[in-house]
């Protein structure tokens, strides 16, 4: 069975902290991982997915097998980084979007 | 392009009552996908629809069935409403080529059963 850990509900750091959200994960197979973020009074939008392989408003994720982690890091986080935050994953070919989430972070950075 | 539409916004039904749920996916999209995210949690996938075909099913009753049409639009319908479906809906679209799992996401339906 495929499963996403979110191991913290509530992040909060100080603007210009370095900031972490964890995600590990449980597939067989070789997934496809997503942060997805909501901002308040915004829809579910994606962040970033590992194969892009990019920065997005300055974080990054990087997909690590061994550990079936893939946590979402920035160095300097801002205020207009508060919001709640998804890890996600899912399948490829004709398992590619039925994806899995995990239960969320919400990150509130502090001035 | 107003990207994933969904109606309605906010519903309230009683126990035993039925529902409709209705989604208008990305132009040029032929995946949409149903998910139900209950307050604190992640959202939950309950159905998966590509070219009008159904391609996976998340672990719900058989109350909850779904549909799509040849313009991609979809309808999800739950059957004998309980509390416990009191949630919001989201659906969401994807091009559905298989290359990539990307998700846009509608605002959703917000369901209260009373």
């Known amino acids: 069975a495929q499963r996403v850990t979110q191991p913290e509900k509530l992040l909060s750091v100080f603007k210009g902290a370095p900031v972490e959200l964890k995600c590990n994960y449980s597939y067989s197979g070789s997934p496809e991982l997503f942060w997805y973020v909501q901002y308040s009074r915004q829809r579910l939008q994606l962040l970033l997915r590992h194969i892009s392989r990019e920065s997005i408003k300055g974080f990054t994720a990087d997909l690590n097998k061994g550990e079936t982690s893939f946590h979402l890091k920035k160095p300097f986080a801002q205020e207009e980084d508060s919001a709640m935050y998804y890890c996600?994953?899912?399948?490829?070919?004709?398992?590619?979007?039925?994806?899995?989430f995990g239960d969320g972070t919400t990150l509130t950075v502090k001035p | 392009d107003a990207g994933v539409t969904q109606s309605p916004t906010h519903l309230i039904k009683t126990r035993g009552q039925h529902v409709t749920l209705r989604c208008s996916p990305i132009s040029g999209h032929k995946s949409v996908s149903w998910y139900q995210q209950v307050l604190g949690q992640g959202p939950q996938f309950i159905f998966q629809y590509y070219e009008k075909e159904e391609r996976g099913r998340g672990n719900f009753p058989d109350r909850f069935s779904a549909r799509q049409f040849p313009n991609y639009s979809s309808e999800l319908n739950v059957n004998a409403l309980l509390l416990g479906d009191s949630a919001l809906y989201l659906c969401?679209?994807?091009?559905?080529?298989?290359?990539?799992?990307?998700?846009?996401f509608g605002e959703g339906s917000r369901l209260t059963v009373l």
């Open positions: 996600a994953l899912s399948g490829r070919g004709v398992n590619a979007g039925k994806s899995t």
């Open positions: 969401a679209s994807s091009s559905g080529t298989g290359v990539s799992g990307e998700l846009f």
